[in-house]
T-cell receptor, first 115, second 112 residues
Framework: DAGVIQSPRHEVTEMGQEVTLRCKPI?????LFWYRQTMMRGLELLIY????????DSGMPEDRFSAKMPNASFSTLKIQPSEPRDSAVYFC?????????????FGDGTRLSIL | DAKTTQPTSMDCAEGRAANLPCNHS???????VYWYRQIHSQGPQYIIH???NNETNEMASLIITEDRKSSTLILPHATLRDTAVYYC?????????????FGEGTQLTVNP
């Protein structure tokens, strides 16, 4: 079975540019999560969706970050404008249902470098 | 969610059992114990989870003490590919906030 698919795997861009990260959750999963991992802060939850609806976006750093889930099989995380401090590995995860004990399954991440 | 404490690092010989401890002395009755691992340059990988009974799957066994204040993840026959950072996480599954709070984890190194 295909796992969580993220694209691109690597992104290098200059500060001020718009960055769009993409995620395809596991088919049938109805919860989707965006995490960010840095050396300083470890793994942090940015936002999660349940049935395509954003439930908790308290981890989104600031207004430059936005996330959408237009349908059950696709989500985007957008940074506009990007800054060097946004450099990190961004992970997407999905699970069968939020509010249950079902585990989250992670993609291999997007390694983002903002110059 | 309850805080967990894990050793920073551990070593294990290839083919031997790796026993990774985790303390979660403030765990609540409705909090589950989850284990994930992260191999370098990959996303976290789910291993196993449990509430109070011991659990076993194809990857590992999870032993939870009777008072639930600690647990041990057991990899019965460690291989070099099991070298990774292992995270113990406790989480209330029934709340609307389904965040996984990752701590520092344990760096397990399996030696040939």
């Amino acid at each position: 079975d295909a796992g969580v698919i993220q694209s691109p795997r690597h992104e290098v861009t200059e500060m001020g540019q718009e960055v769009t990260l993409r995620c395809k959750p596991i088919s049938g999963h109805n919860s989707l999560f965006w995490y960010r991992q840095t050396m300083m802060r470890g793994l942090e939850l940015l936002i999660y969706f349940n049935n395509n609806v954003p439930i908790d976006d308290s981890g989104m750093p600031e207004d430059r970050f936005s996330a959408k889930m237009p349908n059950a099989s696709f989500s985007t995380l957008k940074i506009q404008p990007s800054e060097p401090r946004d450099s990190a590995v961004y992970f997407c995860a999905s699970s069968l249902a939020a509010g249950s004990n079902q585990p989250q399954h992670f993609g291999d991440g997007t390694r983002l470098s903002i110059l | 969610d309850a805080k967990t404490t894990q050793p920073t690092s551990m070593d294990c010989a290839e083919g031997r059992a790796a026993n990774l401890p985790c303390n979660h002395s403030t765990i609540s009755g409705n909090e589950y114990v989850y284990w994930y691992r992260q191999i370098h340059s990959q996303g976290p990988q789910y291993i196993i989870h449990g509430l109070k009974n011991n659990e076993t799957n194809e990857m590992a066994s999870l032993i939870i003490t009777e008072d639930r204040k600690s647990s041990t993840l057991i990899l019965p026959h460690a291989t070099l590919r099991d070298t990774a950072v292992y995270y113990c996480i406790v989480r209330v599954a029934e709340t609307s906030g389904s965040r996984l709070t990752f701590g520092e984890g344990t760096q397990l190194t399996v030696n040939p």
